[in-house]
Nanobody
Framework: QVQVRESGGGLVQPGGSLRLSCEVS????????MRWYRQNTGNQRELVAIITSFLSTTYADSVKGRFTVSRDNAKNTMVLEMNSLKPEDTAVYFC???????????????WGQGTWVTVSS
């Protein structure tokens, strides 16, 4: 079995910072591309950041320059450093990963359950 778990969410004031983590565990053969998504109440799920297994990164324009995504391939962990947070960053943040499970040829999408981030004065 494979587990994807986010952590680090919470309440922060505008201009503050948070560090979100995503840990992949279980019978993992390899973790390919990993992504952060977010979704606020009543809105569509938004792609926030992408990081490949080769550490190439892509960011949504709304977070570019403020958020930094990184990963540790040996530990199958991804981190999102969020700085200069704004109220519009308020959302549930989800970790998404393309994972090859041991004994399975193709990679599949796996999702964490999400971690709540609220930016408010």
């Amino acid at each position: 079995q494979v587990q994807v778990r986010e952590s680090g969410g919470g309440l922060v004031q505008p201009g503050g910072s948070l560090r979100l983590s995503c840990e992949v565990s279980g019978s993992v053969y390899s973790v390919d591309t990993m992504r952060w998504y977010r979704q606020n109440t009543g809105n569509q799920r938004e792609l926030v950041a992408i990081i490949t297994s080769f550490l190439s990164t892509t960011y949504a324009d709304s977070v570019k320059g403020r958020f930094t995504v990184s990963r540790d391939n040996a530990k199958n962990t991804m981190v999102l450093e969020m700085n200069s947070l704004k109220p519009e960053d308020t959302a549930v943040y989800f970790c998404n990963a393309d994972i090859r499970v041991t004994g399975v040829f193709d990679s599949r999408d796996y999702w964490g359950q999400g971690t709540w981030v609220t930016v408010s004065s």
